[in-house]
């Protein structure tokens, strides 16, 4: 029951996220703010969860994984209200950059409170696994992540006709029920009385994975970024339009790289690093699938194929960096490897917002590039 709450913990943080992510742009632009101000809404949190992850890990494994989720929770609740509140206005009733104030405020809330969750989640699951079964408990994690992506958009496309603020809203409530079961049910396991600082040999292991999450990440950044703005200026939709169909996307990706994540890597139990490969070369052909579209359907079956490789990819950072690390520091890795990932969405969303100014397609470009670029890097790093 206590694994079942830890990733349902992981699970409503997503689905939350993702409700604000699939919303935040549309309704930014029909409030009166640019693609500019949009991601860096988006890239606030990311900075703060680049600078607060590896010290929510730390801290998960001195002090307990139960402590730190609890604490991403509580700060994800308030932030999920604060945007229900936000979502409620329209052009005119108050000043745009007071409103853009006031979302990059919710939004720094939840950077500052939420980086811990999913390193937590993370190493309660390297605390219950042993190290054949590490892929398994990765995967376990990951599909709670691709689940919550995918519940997110959902929810937004079910309830969007009621007004922007229902989904949120109703993220908001789910969150503060697993607060509850969280306070009811999840207990630390007994560890070790101090967990000692990551050392050089650890961290030399597990810097060619730090180094390629920044490089994936980038590229889904600047993606999540445009896409409802790509889907709104390619397809000439009105806004409610807009977020429907891009949230059917975001669902799309979240729904393929879930049964990868929960089904396919448990089957195939490939190593790290054949799953990056794998992702890498899924994702590259991928995103230029998207770049050619005629239609809508086959964008949308691109971006099935974009998650499914996302998902590979990303199963192989977490278990690599896993298996690379000590057992009394897989808070700190996960820290740490969040980090990275987080370092990523703070250029990623400024980088494919300025590039989307110039062509609509040039965020796919550079997903494209940064997947090859990632390759090279699984070469020259001799990642393990």
Request: glycine share 12%.
């Amino acid at each position: 029951m206590a694994t079942t709450v830890v990733l349902f913990a992981v699970f409503v943080m997503m689905m939350g996220n993702a409700t604000v992510l699939a919303t935040v742009g549309l309704v930014g632009r029909a409030i009166g703010l640019g693609e500019i101000e949009v991601g860096a809404i988006i890239a606030s949190s990311a900075l703060l969860f680049f600078l607060t992850s590896s010290w929510w890990g730390r801290l998960a494994d001195r002090r307990g994984r139960r402590l730190v989720i609890l604490s991403g929770l509580a700060g994800a609740a308030l932030s999920l209200l604060l945007f229900a509140g936000l979502f409620t206005l329209k052009k005119g009733e108050v000043d745009v950059f007071v409103a853009f104030a006031a979302l990059l405020g919710a939004r720094i809330l939840y950077g500052i409170l939420c980086g811990g969750v999913q390193p937590a989640g993370f190493a309660y699951m390297a605390d219950i696994t042993n190290a054949r079964d590490r892929l398994t408990g990765a995967a376990m994690v990951g599909a709670a992540v691709g689940l919550g992506s995918m519940a997110g958009p959902a929810l937004v496309a079910l309830l969007i006709g009621r007004g922007f603020a229902i989904p949120v809203l109703v993220a908001c409530v789910l969150t503060l029920l697993t607060i509850l079961a969280v306070v009811a049910i999840l207990q630390d396991r007994p560890r070790a009385p101090q967990a000692a600082a990551i050392g050089t040999s650890t961290l030399g292991k597990v810097t060619p994975y730090l180094a390629l999450a920044f490089v994936i990440h980038l590229a889904f950044a600047a993606l999540q970024a445009t896409n409802a703005f790509y889907v709104q200026d390619l397809f000439g939709l009105d806004t409610m339009a807009a977020v429907q169909r891009a949230s059917l996307i975001s669902m799309t990706f979240a729904a393929s790289s879930f049964a990868v994540q929960a089904f396919a890597i448990r089957a195939f139990k490939w190593p790290p690093v054949s799953m990056l490969w794998v992702g890498l070369v899924v994702c590259l052909l991928a995103s230029a699938a998207c770049l050619m579209a005629p239609g809508f359907g086959w964008l949308l079956a691109a971006f099935g194929f974009l998650g499914a490789g996302f998902a590979w990819a990303q199963s192989g950072l977490m278990a690599g960096a896993s298996l690379a690390s000590r057992g009394d520091s897989q808070g700190q890795v996960a820290g740490h490897l969040q980090a990275a990932m987080a370092a990523a969405w703070i250029v990623g969303p400024l980088i494919g917002a300025a590039i989307y100014e110039v062509s609509i397609g040039g965020p796919l470009v550079l997903a494209a590039g940064t997947m090859a670029l990632a390759m090279l890097g699984l070469i020259a790093l001799r990642v393990p």
